[in-house]
């Protein structure tokens, strides 16, 4: 099923719901903390005042599982003052990856990674990360805890995490899905070590489908790194009031390992394109070896055919048809001329 577009014509900031509903309700999971506090509860997205501004100096993350319902998401853009350009993009799970920069609050769109061996497929979660001082909030397509890492490092009141503001949260986000590129570079890179295997041994023509199914995927995969990559960058520069100047080097850090998982996937593409050459190349191997005996064979009847081509004319006057041992003399020529042709094709390493 294709997922729906939005109507030309629609004002900026229209907030439509593009993807496919992934789950039947929304959940919020609302966690604030600082230091010292930490407070963590699922909130009900039908309860009335659900969302409610931070003013105590501490850090309010609210991540909602599901994007379907563009009133909610309309409802939080008012409370906390959402740029309604973040919203649109919340809800349009078409938007590529990329860093925006507002006067009340920065936002961060990128795509989660998953890699099924079975079907060998590649699945994209559409992500938002919205965050300003105190506040930051993450929208997932699905009710998956993209971020079960990160919520542990809060609860476990552990090294800096804890220390610092919205910015360290939403880098450390950001920093658990490229994380999880990895597992899925890792994944893609045993499946097609396996097909390096079995081409070697056989060439199914099933292989070469699976060669270019693989090339389709990581064309998913680059569309979905290859922009986040830019945005990163931007992210890393930015000049943004929002963004402390110790968490740019953790940014910077990051973009590193973007460019590193960009670098896979063009060495796993290079890698398809190599196995789709040695499965052509084993094929036309395999076909020049069978060409090659029935050359051979037809080589060593030649003569053999022709001689008994001589010798099955109707004359009555063709003298070796006289001879007594004539049939025996005709095949042993026969058989020497095959043994020689054989030892003459062994010295010349065709056989």
């Not at 509903?21 to 005042?49: C, F």
């Not at 990360?129 to 105190?134: A, C, E």
């Not at 890393?236 to 996937?265: C, G, N, P, W």
Request: net charge negative.
């Amino acid at each position: 099923m294709k997922n729906a577009r939005k109507e030309p014509g629609l004002p900026p900031g229209s907030v439509v719901f593009t993807g496919d509903r992934r789950v039947e309700k929304i959940a919020i999971h609302y966690l604030q903390y600082s230091e010292t506090k930490l407070e963590e509860k699922v909130l009900d997205n039908h309860m009335s005042s659900v969302f409610k501004p931070n003013t105590q100096g501490v850090v309010d993350w609210y991540d909602l599982r599901g994007i379907h319902d563009e009133a909610w998401i309309e409802a939080l853009g008012t409370t906390f003052e959402i740029h309604p350009l973040v919203l649109e993009g919340v809800a349009d799970v078409h938007q590529r990856p990329k860093f925006q920069e507002f006067q009340k609050g920065n936002s961060v769109t990128l795509k989660a990674i998953a890699f099924d061996k079975d079907s060998q497929e590649i699945t994209t979660e559409h992500i938002t990360v919205y965050f300003r001082p105190g506040f930051v909030a993450t929208f997932q397509e699905s009710s998956t805890d993209l971020f079960a890492a990160v919520r542990k490092r809060v609860k476990g009141a552990s090294g800096r995490i804890r220390q610092r503001g919205s910015d360290y949260l939403c880098y450390a986000l950001i920093d658990e899905i490229v994380d999880n590129y990895y597992v899925v570079l890792e994944e893609i890179e045993d499946v097609i070590e396996n097909l390096e295997d079995r081409l070697l041994s056989s060439q199914d023509i099933r292989n070469k489908g699976e060669i270019h199914d693989l090339k389709k995927q990581l064309l998913v995969l680059r569309k979905s790194i290859a922009p986040l990559r830019e945005a990163i960058g931007r992210f890393s520069k930015s000049e943004s009031a929002f963004i402390a100047d110790s968490t740019r080097v953790f940014v910077r850090d990051l973009y590193d390992h973007t460019i590193q998982v960009m670098d896979s996937v063009e060495n796993y593409r290079d890698m398809l394109i190599g196995l789709q050459d040695l499965f052509l190349s084993e094929v036309s191997f395999k076909m020049n070896q069978v060409i090659q005996v029935l050359t051979i064979i037809s080589a060593i009847f030649i003569p053999l055919t022709f001689l008994a081509g001589l010798y099955g004319m109707n004359f009555e006057n063709i003298p070796e048809l006289q001879y007594k041992n004539g049939y025996f003399i005709l095949l042993g020529v026969m058989s020497l001329i095959a043994i020689v042709l054989v030892i003459f094709f062994k010295r010349k390493r065709w056989l």
